[in-house]
């Protein structure tokens, strides 16, 4: 079992007396920076000019500078930029900026297990990785409830390394949900494995593949887009709420047979040592490597891949069904 902390272990207090640099102001950045600040934390943002994202920051209240600006004073430096531009920018202005005795705090653990970062000796690496997007540790902290969190300590230079990682928890509300100790290869591995083969790769594939079935067996596609993808947010969010049993028992007697007697079958051995390869391209960096080479050419691979299934038929019939079962409001680009 994993160790787990709460507000007894886990306060804000400790880490108000610290300079904060919040590096980067995306999805996760801007909702650590803002949350940290509504805690009583003392906190800069590190962005540079130019961008929607300076200006947001701007908007919210911060005075972004600089990212070496930022993190030169500071206590405590959140590192809230790309996985794959993270190791260039810190070895080329962030690295002679540090001093001994800050905090260099992740809030995925890519960087420092695939040693895209080697920080100093005498610095502390900490990670707070929060359990959901940054749109959620932000509303869910408005909310006064908070992300369900994991920390780990990569590097204790001050033995106030897990004290202060708790405290950065403990300010984006962390604490008022449930913290769990780990380290940094496990959440690395085990989220990049979940994205893959379940969260993002497995369900849009999945989707995508159903829905060619049944359009290929001559369904009409409006039919299709409903029963393959609209309605996995009704089945999802039954799950989110109590789990695998309890959404089998609020559904109709059919689709739990269904469930209990196809899914296996669709999900079956050769699914499983696919799974299986994927785990292991992860856990040896042959998948990080790939990636970090995809990112250094431009992205080629993945705009091309995100071009072709821009183009998929259930893109456009989404979009349709959209509109009928949501009304004319469409999500932000």
């Excluded at 297990?113 to 502390?124: E, K, L």
Aim: glycine content about 10%; some cysteine; proline content about 5%.
């Amino acid at each position: 079992m994993l160790r787990s902390f709460d507000s007894r272990d886990a306060r804000v207090s400790d880490i108000q007396d610290l300079r904060i640099a919040v590096l980067g102001y995306g999805s996760q950045g801007s909702a650590h920076a803002l949350n940290l600040r509504d805690a009583g934390c003392k906190v800069v943002v590190g962005q540079r000019p130019g961008g929607a994202r300076f200006q947001q920051a701007r908007d919210d209240g911060f005075v972004p500078c600089g990212l070496a600006e930022a993190a030169g004073p500071a206590d405590l430096i959140i590192f809230a930029l790309p996985d794959d531009r993270m190791g260039t920018i810190f070895r080329s202005e962030l690295a002679p900026a540090l001093r001994p005795g800050q905090t260099l705090g992740f809030i995925h653990g890519f960087a420092i297990h695939y040693q895209q970062i080697t920080p100093p000796h005498d610095v502390d690496v900490v990670l707070v990785a929060p359990k959901a997007q940054g749109a959620g540790v932000r509303s869910l902290y408005v909310a006064g409830r908070g992300p369900a969190a994991l920390v780990a300590v990569g590097q204790d230079a001050t033995g106030r390394a897990l004290r202060t990682a708790l405290g950065w928890a403990a300010g984006i509300g962390a604490a008022r949900a449930g913290i769990l100790e780990t380290t940094f290869r496990d959440e690395t591995e085990t989220d990049l494995f979940g994205e893959q083969a379940v969260l993002c790769g497995g369900i849009t594939a999945l989707i995508k593949s159903a829905f060619e079935t049944l359009v290929e067996a001559g369904y009409p596609p409006e039919l299709a887009y409903f029963e393959c993808c609209h309605e996995l947010k009704l089945l999802a969010d039954l799950i989110h709420a109590g789990g695998i049993t309890y959404m089998r028992e609020r559904i109709s007697s059919t689709a739990r047979y269904g469930d209990l007697t196809r899914g296996p079958r669709l999900v079956d051995d050769a699914v499983r040592s696919r799974m299986r390869a994927m785990l292991e391209e992860i856990r040896s960096g042959s998948f990080a490597r790939e990636f970090l080479d995809d990112a250094a050419a431009g992205a080629a691979k993945s705009r091309a891949l995100m071009q072709r299934d821009a183009a998929h038929p259930i893109e456009a019939t989404g979009a349709a069904m959209r509109r009928l079962a949501l009304g004319s409001e469409q999500p932000e680009r």
